[in-house]
């Protein structure tokens, strides 16, 4: 049996995955598959929280199965496994959603942001408690995310909490784990949003499977500074973000950067950030086209991944039936 402590992540198949998804998780992600017993999902069931197309849902899931793969997860290492594949998932969701107060849930402002772009849905409502699920169901301790997910993680700690304190002690109570650098990358057409693969300009993200040309096109129009500095001292600058991805990629210390490229300018600044994303781009969109070749073989890690994700959340589950009297 693993002593080591529960990691769990995920991706929504709502788009392809960005630059931003790879910095702020999946990245961190890899990272830490040695030290903890890594869980990783293809969240489909929060996808469909806004309207999909359902041949294409399908086949994105399978898509972000291959690149976090070809990102360097491995299925010998960590747990891989697709949401909708494991029932538990919304069995769990049910008993905290009797727990959840719709006060709590109306707080909560990636669903005020959202609700403004796509159907107002009861699911879209309540999604937070499917990612609260999620997380309780395999009793995790550190949940890589990005910024903007901090406070679905205070929502799911506090139904931690309540249940353990109604039911007895049967959830973990997970911690958020943020990177240093990229906690939040910006759109590259609007520094003030953040990067966001559903976004309707292909010009403001760049996805894992851009190609060299669509790279360096979306990069040469990114939006920088309108005086031409490298240290505005504003968070939200265009020039600030793409600093960021430099230094999240190279692991390069900003002020050290900052000194190097100021006296070249933006063009040469730019060109360099290009062979920066490329240089981790490309290798993972040739481990990516290698693994789609054989579909059949993501289909039986995508089994053998939910197999051993199920034989974890019926631990929890059971635990959880017992307590509320089913
Ligand atoms: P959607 O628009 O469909 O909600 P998204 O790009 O916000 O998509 P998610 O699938 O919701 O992506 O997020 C997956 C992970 O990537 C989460 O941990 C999230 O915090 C992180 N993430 C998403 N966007 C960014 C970003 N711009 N910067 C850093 N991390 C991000
Ligand atoms: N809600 C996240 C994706 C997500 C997730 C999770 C992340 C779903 N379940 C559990 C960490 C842990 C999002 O970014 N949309």
């Not at 990177?179 to 910006?186: Q, R, Y």
């Amino acid at each position: 049996m693993s002593l080591q402590s529960t990691l769990f992540s995920g991706c929504s198949p709502s788009g392809t995955l960005t630059l931003g998804n790879y910095i702020g998780a999946v990245k961190q992600w890899v990272q830490c598959q040695d030290d903890y017993d890594g869980i990783y999902c293809v969240v489909d069931m929060h996808a469909i929280t806004v309207k999909q197309d359902p041949y294409l849902l399908r086949q994105r899931v399978w898509d972000f199965y291959a690149l976090y793969l070809a990102c360097g997860l491995t299925p010998d290492k960590s747990t891989i496994f697709i949401q909708s594949h494991n029932p538990h998932h919304s069995e769990l969701t049910w008993v905290l959603s009797c727990l959840t107060m719709f006060g709590e849930m109306s707080r909560m402002t990636q669903f005020k942001s959202k609700s403004r772009k796509h159907e107002s849905t009861v699911g879209l409502f309540t999604y937070p408690i499917l990612m609260a699920t999620d997380i309780l169901l395999y009793q995790t301790s550190l949940v890589p995310v990005g910024k903007d997910q901090v406070q679905h993680l205070e929502i799911t700690r506090d139904l931690a909490e309540r249940f353990n304190n109604r039911y007895g002690s049967i959830f973990t109570m997970p911690e958020a784990y943020l990177p240093t650098e990229g906690a939040k990358v910006m759109d590259l057409q609007d520094p003030g949003k953040k990067m966001d693969k559903s976004s309707p300009n292909p010009k403001s993200y760049i996805t894992l499977l851009d190609t060299p040309d669509e790279v360096r096109a979306k990069i040469s129009k990114a939006i920088t500074d309108s005086q031409g500095r490298f240290d505005t001292g504003e968070e939200l600058s265009g020039i600030n973000n793409l600093v960021t991805i430099y230094c999240s990629l190279t692991g390069e210390d900003r002020s050290f950067v900052i000194n190097q490229f100021e006296p070249q300018g933006y063009k040469v600044f730019k060109d360099s950030l290009v062979d920066v994303i490329l240089a981790h781009l490309v290798p993972i969109q040739e481990r990516y086209h290698h693994y789609k070749e054989d579909h059949s073989y993501l289909e039986q890690l995508a089994k053998e991944g939910c197999e051993k994700a199920m034989g974890k959340s019926k631990v929890t589950l059971d635990k959880v039936k017992e307590a509320v009297g089913f």
